[in-house]
């Protein structure tokens, strides 16, 4: 009758470690699917914010390409009214 008891035992045993390993699967699983899925939309969240930096930097550029223009222009335009002005003056 002991040898029937320990053999239960065993089989209790064996038993809950089965379902414990089988728990820290699925609890392994899942943590690498959330990881994978999580790294996957901070990987598609990036491309989007770079995506979105070089339109910026895009549009940004030329806007700076216009003032800077604006100001050649401004120059010019005062370098000929002070080439008119400066040898009227001497």
Same mark, same amino acid.
């Given at each position: ?24 699967? *699925?609890?392994?699983? %899942?943590?690498?699917? =959330?990881? @994978?899925? &999580?790294?996957? #939309?901070?990987?598609s969240l990036t491309e989007k914010g ?5 339109k910026v930097v895009k549009k940004a550029l030329k806007a700076s390409a *216009?003032?800077?223009? %604006?100001?050649?222009? =401004?120059? @010019?335009? &005062?370098?000929? #009214? ?9």
């Open positions: 009758m002991a040898t029937k008891t320990k053999k239960t035992e065993t089989t209790i045993i064996d038993t809950t470690a089965n379902k414990a390993l089988g728990l820290a699967t *699925k609890a392994n699983d %899942l943590a690498l699917s =959330t990881t @994978e899925k &999580v790294a996957m #939309k901070s990987i770079i995506g979105l930096s070089s *216009k003032n800077q223009e %604006l100001v050649f222009n =401004t120059l @010019e335009t &005062v370098k000929g #009214k002070a080439a008119k002005f400066l040898p009227k003056s001497k």
